[in-house]
């Protein structure tokens, strides 16, 4: 019998009720305590399209839903730019891949997990508490607002309202927010930055439940700490592996590296599930850039977050506390609830925890960690495009700078998979530096100067937003925040 505890106290829950609630009671993430008994076998998998094994996982992991297939089927058909491969691998030389997971709608790697977390959570609603509205509440610094929009896009039963910093993301991604279309979404900017936005927003949650005005809605959020997003991101772990086989780059069996560009550790996280669950996974590489915080952990078994917080070109990895570490932590210590409690309470108190000699090895088995700074991510992207014609976003270039230094020092021989998590469209001034070109005005410029110099193609979905009308023009200070939502609340809309 499948269910999920808590990684704080082992309470526990069925998959409905986990997706629905994000985050336990004690605030602990939902985890199954038996993941490795849900194993494929590589028989199972081989040949299998990338939706057979997506529903073949929702299938073994969140049991609870009715149809996986008809999930899978409804979450991505028609949806991504290279089809139903959904997650491309692109050759590079022997022993060197990189696997696409940029092809979804808003061009986002978290296109992948938000394709199918909208209608995990409407399923679990429909069945748990059908007479509720969902209100999903986001505060974004970019990559995640534009990709939940779309995602939650008219998916019956639920409402989301996405904040962003008015001056702190790019003008495309501010575009693809505010023209987003869709009878029940709705995007305000806030004056201030990403944390003052994200803290108000936090605020508002422990207010509105506080208040107890949320009779009939049940207030939620869209980050990447609900068990229905991470499960979504384990196929391609699968489906690189599928396709290594289909080229005949590796014998069955044999053990692939992954070299994964980490922010909140769900990305990664996800490959150490393909990993329990059987696939051949040699060694899981932690990229990170300028913070490199989590290379320290790795190396050192301390996690401090009493440091700089550094603003880089890659900045869905500017993150200090990497939440589904928790997760990590359960499993590496064979699901002792009181030590991963201790660190999150010394966390929250000092801002640090260590972990012990013996536990650190036992991470050490699984992951190592390499820090790439701006001037080598920037030096990357110039390089592979000079020596491979393949052009990289700035948060690939951590993960393929990481991967080289990782096969230099440990000399490993296993076929190296890249995980590339953007379009090098989406962050046209970075590409345009390393490329050494001029900007030459707007980014939509940009991206055909780029095409026309590398010969690559811009993402459809990003050149339309040129001419796209803009839909939502609200922008409230901070403070407003918790009256804003209120009122949108209130207005319950008819789903
Ligand atoms: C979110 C994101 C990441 C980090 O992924 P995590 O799962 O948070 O570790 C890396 N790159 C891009 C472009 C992202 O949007």
Redesign the pocket.
């Known amino acids: 019998m499948t269910y999920f505890e808590s990684t704080r106290s082992g309470s526990k829950a069925d998959g409905l009720t986990a997706v629905l609630e994000g985050i336990a009671e004690d605030g602990g993430l939902f985890v199954d305590p038996n993941l490795q008994e849900h194993s494929l076998c590589l028989d199972e998998i081989e040949g299998k399209s990338s939706f057979e094994i997506s529903s073949m996982i929702l299938h073994a992991l969140l049991p609870g839903f009715e149809d996986p297939e008809k999930l899978v089927q409804n979450g991505y058909q028609g949806k991504f730019s290279c089809g139903e491969i959904l997650t491309p691998l692109v050759r590079i030389s022997d022993d060197f891949s990189v696997l696409e997971l940029f092809h979804g709608p808003t061009s986002?790697?978290?296109d992948v997990a938000l394709s199918l977390l909208p209608l995990l959570m409407s399923e679990a609603r429909r069945r748990n508490e059908p007479e509720k509205q969902i209100v999903i509440l986001t505060a974004t610094s970019g990559?995640?607002g534009k990709a939940a929009l779309e995602g939650f896009r008219d998916v019956s039963g639920i409402r989301i309202l996405v904040f962003y910093p008015e001056n702190g993301v790019s003008e495309v991604q501010r575009k693809q927010m505010v023209s987003q279309e869709g009878r029940n979404v709705r995007v305000c900017a806030v004056k201030g930055n990403f944390d003052d936005c994200q803290t108000a927003v936090k605020k508002a949650f422990l207010e509105l439940k506080r208040g107890g005005l949320l009779q009939n809605v049940i207030l939620t959020s869209a980050n990447?700490i609900n068990i229905g997003r991470l499960v979504p991101q384990i196929f391609y772990y699968f489906s690189a592996y599928t396709q290594l086989l289909a080229e005949r780059s590796i014998q069955k069996g044999e053990l692939v590296d992954f070299s994964?560009?980490?922010?909140?550790?769900?990305?990664?996280l996800a490959g150490y599930y393909a990993k329990k669950m059987g696939l051949p996974v040699g060694k899981l590489i932690c990229a990170s850039n300028q913070n490199r915080i989590l290379t320290d952990f790795l190396r050192t078994g301390e996690y401090d977050t009493n440091r700089t917080f550094h603003q880089t070109s890659?900045p869905?990895?500017d993150?200090l506390v990497?939440s589904?570490l928790e997760r990590l932590l359960y499993y590496v210590s064979e699901g002792d609830k009181k030590f991963v409690s201790d660190c999150m309470q010394r966390l929250s108190t000092e801002g640090k925890y260590k972990v012990s000699e013996s536990t650190l090895k036992r991470l050490q088995e699984e992951f190592c960690g390499y820090t790439a700074d701006e001037e080598k991510t920037v030096k990357c992207i110039r390089k592979v495009f000079e020596e491979h014609g393949y052009l990289l976003?700035p948060?690939t270039a951590v993960a393929w700078s990481a991967a080289e230094q990782y096969k230099k020092e440990t000399n490993s021989q296993r076929h190296m998979v890249v995980l590339s998590?953007?379009s090098p469209y989406t962050f046209t001034d970075v590409v345009c530096r390393a490329l050494g070109l001029t900007s030459k005005g707007t980014a939509y410029q940009d991206m055909r100067m780029i095409e026309g110099l590398t010969r690559t193609e811009a993402p459809r979905n990003l050149l339309k937003l040129e001419s796209s009308a803009e839909r939502f023009q609200d922008v409230i200070g901070r403070e407003e925040i918790v009256s804003y939502v209120q009122k949108y609340i209130e207005e319950r809309g008819e789903l």
Do not use: L, R, Y
Request: aromatic share 8%; charged share 15%; hydrophobic share 30%.
């Open positions: 986002a790697f978290k990559d995640t990447s994964v560009p980490t922010g909140n550790f769900g990305d990664i890659s869905s990895m993150i990497s589904n976003d948060h998590t953007a």
